[in-house]
């Protein structure tokens, strides 16, 4: 029994102030609901504050990247042994880390390492480009992300998966359900055979990518599909209420 989770994806958007105004404006809403895993993931300088307004409700808390090193010279950046304690979750390799702040396989490797080291669940993202898509490399490159990021890693502890074609991603263009739901199921494959029958059947694989209230029962409604990491539409209280309540009915 996979438990669906819908993830906000806040990315580079809110001050701490915005971020508490909009956790209120869903909280109340959202601790209703108890069949769903419900995530945000707001920028590094919210998780303090947004933990505190949390507590006692059943929402949890992630962030959007951390470095794999513990601790040291690396100005600026943020650390697991930081992070635990103050979140339950990370989302790792992001196609936008990939993207504009050159995240390889090892890296992103190295940084699901640091993560489940410390008992963080991270959120892999892995997806095709356009071109990949259009040259029907989909399977070929979701299938290398996947192995490059598990990399040597033995227990997966909860670790999810989000499938995100690039492409999807703030553009407005999702996927359709069935799409997404074939190379979730393809991705599920490839866990099975990398792992176990049993972990390939127990992982939690989200679809990420332009998901809004208008388009969510399409994907949720798919077995395969265990939820969404939700971007844009996660900083729009009602949005994000939507998805999550459209979840919760349709989600056994
Ligand atoms: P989007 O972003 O919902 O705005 O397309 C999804 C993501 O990047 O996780």
Not at 116 to 124: A, N, Q, R
Request: net charge negative; aromatic share 6%; hydrophobic share 40%.
């Amino acid at each position: 029994m996979r438990v669906p989770m819908i993830a906000g994806n806040w990315k580079m958007n809110t001050t701490v102030g915005e971020a508490i105004e909009l956790v209120k404006a869903i909280r109340a809403e959202l601790d209703r609901i108890d069949n769903v895993d419900m995530v945000l993931c707001p920028p590094f300088i919210s998780l303090s504050a947004i933990g505190e307004l949390i507590k006692g409700s059943s929402i949890k808390l992630g962030a959007q990247n951390l470095y794999f090193e513990e601790k040291g010279a690396y100005t600026g950046e943020v650390s697991s042994l930081m992070l635990a304690g103050l979140c339950e979750f990370v989302i790792v390799g992001h196609s936008e880390r990939r993207q504009y702040f050159n995240e390889t396989g090892e890296i992103v490797n190295n940084k699901v390492r640091a993560a489940l080291k410390v008992g963080l669940t991270p959120i892999l993202c892995i997806g095709e480009r356009l071109e990949e898509n259009e040259a029907g490399r989909t399977k070929e490159v979701v299938t290398e992300q996947l192995e490059s990021s598990l990399a040597g890693i033995d227990c997966l502890g909860g670790l999810l998966i989000a499938y995100e074609p690039v492409w999807a991603i703030g553009t407005g263009r999702a996927a359709s359900g069935e799409q997404a739901s074939d190379t979730i199921g393809l991705i599920r494959r490839n866990v099975a055979d990398l792992y176990s029958e049993k972990i390939g059947g127990e992982i939690r694989i989200l679809y990420g990518g332009s998901v809004t209230a208008e388009n969510a029962a399409e994907f949720m409604s798919q077995p395969e599909i265990d939820g969404a990491l939700v971007g844009g539409a996660s900083l729009k209280a009602d949005q994000f209420l939507g998805i999550v309540k459209q979840t919760s009915e349709i989600k056994p």
